[in-house]
């Protein structure tokens, strides 16, 4: 069978007169189950089998997102099809010379720089004996702490088309301008209220694109973008209906030839989710571990202690059904809300932490009247009343809180999961865990908030729960140390079994 490949930086079309033969080939790897499909009406009644294509078929052709080829190419390959003509369709040429001319170019660690060979020397898999073509987008997979920002400098300084780099809260707006200021670079911002884009490389909000998706000057901007960075890029994995604004962002940038996804948590959903974020970045092109970058000493060594919550949850209802989706969300909070978010003993054991120690101590709840009932049982106990931040705080209440923490000006603080992502605070001393979950993702960005390295500071201690009081908690608990012990971190089970 031969194929001809058309690609566009959004979408490639293949055609061919052999389509089932075409379909065969790549339908086990563009569908999947999409997650929590087994709940909708449509699955119940069977008029859907919860799954979905990643490909749309036309008359003499298959569509899919360009992201995708890579991988399809390498199954096409694999079949021996023969690709009798790939045409690779450029809107608007880009020039680039990959030196970097830099003023004050970023000092990159021996990782850092591979990262950046990894990225701009990625291509193609050769076929039909011709050279292999440059294929620049990717994702670059590196743990929290590890330079991300640092390398989108450097692969802007090798490459200083327009650029734009995408973030997901107002607050690392002004975090990354701050990252790329340090080496000369001056960005402008689309965001929290602000319109400054007459930059080379502009920062933005992904909610901002998204609520001006039909803005005449935001539509132009991006179709103007040569170059896109999606920081923490993981979030184009995100459920049906936000993974389809996500992927609506991305196809805003209809010229964007280079394209990096920036995340320590790629391809660890579902995966339906891996194939949105697939299609709009491209495959992992380099990755280095959290054990990695400990080993060399770029971030600090963490100790994990569990801490049992004693006790048995009172929370059984006789008829409980699962199947039944009303039900089954019904019981789940009661659970959630009985054993972890006002579950006395647990919240008196996490203000124990907070007040034994080292400070600062940043504690990760889940919502805000956890954060908030986390904040009672401290005063009650200790007198003190803490710091809360939420998603309602402002951007510059939230880089306070991070100053005044770095400084020692305050011990400790709750935040809701605002904090879970792209928070840079290596003075943490300690990181308390109290919303629970199994999230590997969540996970390992959460505990990231304390690895980064600080003077005179030789570990970080992470407390999370083994809680033993629910069927439920304890299956999640025991997912969460599975996920330290793989990462190679320091393991310790305090308390009475």
């Known amino acids: 069978m031969q194929i001809k490949i058309q690609v566009d930086d959004l979408w490639t079309f293949v055609y061919t007169d052999d389509q089932p033969r075409l379909l065969s080939y790549i339908v086990g790897d563009l569908m999947a189950e999409v997650p929590?499909?087994?709940?909708?009406?449509?699955?119940?009644?069977?008029?859907?089998?919860?799954?979905?294509?990643?490909?749309?078929?036309?008359?003499?052709?298959?569509?899919?997102?360009?992201?995708?080829?890579?991988?399809?190419?390498?199954?096409?390959?694999?079949?021996?099809?023969?690709?009798?003509?790939?045409?690779?369709?450029?809107?608007?040429?880009?020039?680039?010379?990959w030196s970097a001319h830099s003023a004050n170019p970023?000092?990159?660690?021996?990782?850092?720089?591979?990262?950046?060979?990894?990225?701009?020397?990625?291509?193609?898999?050769?076929?039909?004996?011709a050279g292999q073509l440059s294929w620049h987008r990717g994702i670059l997979q590196v743990a929290t702490g590890g330079g991300k920002t640092e390398i989108a400098v450097a692969l802007y300084q090798r490459n200083p088309v327009q650029?734009?780099?995408?973030?997901?809260?107002?607050?690392?707006?002004?975090?990354?301008?701050?990252?790329?200021?340090?080496?000369?670079?001056?960005?402008?911002?689309?965001?929290?209220?602000?319109?400054?884009?007459?930059?080379?490389?502009?920062?933005?909000?992904?909610?901002?694109?998204?609520?001006?998706?039909?803005?005449?000057?935001?539509?132009?901007?991006?179709?103007?973008?040569d170059q896109v960075f999606f920081d923490e890029a993981h979030l184009m994995a995100s459920s049906l209906d936000k993974g389809n604004q996500f992927t609506k962002v991305a196809d805003m940038f209809s010229s964007a030839r280079y394209r990096w996804g920036l995340t320590a948590t790629p391809f660890m959903r579902s995966k339906y989710d891996n194939l949105l974020l697939e299609g709009v970045t491209g495959k992992v092109l380099y990755q280095i571990s959290n054990a990695d970058l400990i080993a060399q000493g770029h971030l600090t060594p963490p100790k994990v202690i569990m801490k049992r919550v004693p006790g048995l949850l009172p929370v059984a209802p006789p008829k409980f059904n699962p199947r039944k989706r009303t039900a089954g969300g019904a019981y789940w909070r009661e659970v959630e809300e009985t054993g972890i978010k006002f579950n006395?003993?647990?919240?008196?054991?996490?203000?124990?932490?907070?007040?034994?120690?080292?400070?600062?101590?940043?504690v990760l709840?889940?919502?805000?009247?956890?954060?908030?009932?986390?904040?009672?049982?401290?005063?009650?106990?200790?007198?003190?009343?803490?710091?809360?931040?939420?998603?309602?705080?402002?951007?510059?209440?939230?880089?306070?809180?991070?100053?005044?923490?770095?400084?020692?000006?305050?011990?400790?603080?709750?935040?809701?999961?605002?904090?879970?992502?792209?928070?840079?605070?290596?003075?943490?001393?300690?990181?308390?865990?109290?919303?629970?979950?199994k999230s590997q993702v969540k996970g390992l960005q959460r505990v990231?908030?304390?690895?980064?390295?600080?003077?005179?500071?030789d570990e970080v201690i992470i407390v999370d729960f083994q809680d033993t009081h629910h069927t439920m908690l304890r299956k999640h608990a025991l997912e969460r140390l599975k996920v330290w012990k793989d990462e190679g971190f320091e393991v310790l089970v305090e308390g009475k079994a």
């Open 36 to 97: 929590g499909a087994k709940y909708t009406w449509k699955f119940k009644t069977g008029e859907w089998d919860g799954r979905v294509q990643l490909f749309t078929q036309f008359p003499d052709a298959v569509a899919f997102r360009t992201g995708l080829l890579e991988s399809v190419l390498t199954r096409f390959l694999g079949h021996g099809v023969q690709i009798s003509s790939f045409n690779h369709a450029v809107r608007r040429p880009c020039t680039v010379n």
């Open 106 to 129: 970023v000092q990159l660690r021996p990782y850092q720089k591979q990262a950046v060979n990894a990225m701009l020397n990625n291509k193609l898999p050769p076929f039909n004996g």
């Open 163 to 225: 650029t734009m780099f995408l973030v997901h809260r107002k607050d690392l707006l002004y975090q990354a301008k701050e990252r790329f200021a340090k080496y000369g670079i001056k960005t402008g911002i689309l965001g929290d209220g602000k319109w400054d884009i007459a930059h080379p490389i502009i920062i933005a909000t992904m909610q901002t694109l998204m609520a001006r998706m039909e803005d005449i000057g935001v539509i132009g901007l991006c179709a103007k973008t």
């Open 344 to 362: 006395a003993v647990r919240t008196e054991i996490i203000a124990d932490e907070i007040a034994k120690g080292p400070h600062p101590v940043l």
């Open 365 to 437: 709840s889940k919502t805000v009247d956890q954060a908030e009932f986390i904040r009672e049982k401290y005063l009650q106990k200790y007198g003190v009343r803490l710091l809360i931040l939420t998603g309602k705080a402002t951007a510059a209440a939230r880089r306070d809180a991070v100053a005044d923490l770095k400084t020692g000006v305050l011990k400790a603080v709750i935040a809701t999961t605002i904090f879970d992502e792209g928070v840079d605070i290596p003075e943490l001393q300690k990181v308390i865990l109290a919303s629970g979950g």
């Open 448 to 457: 990231g908030r304390g690895l980064r390295t600080s003077a005179g500071k």
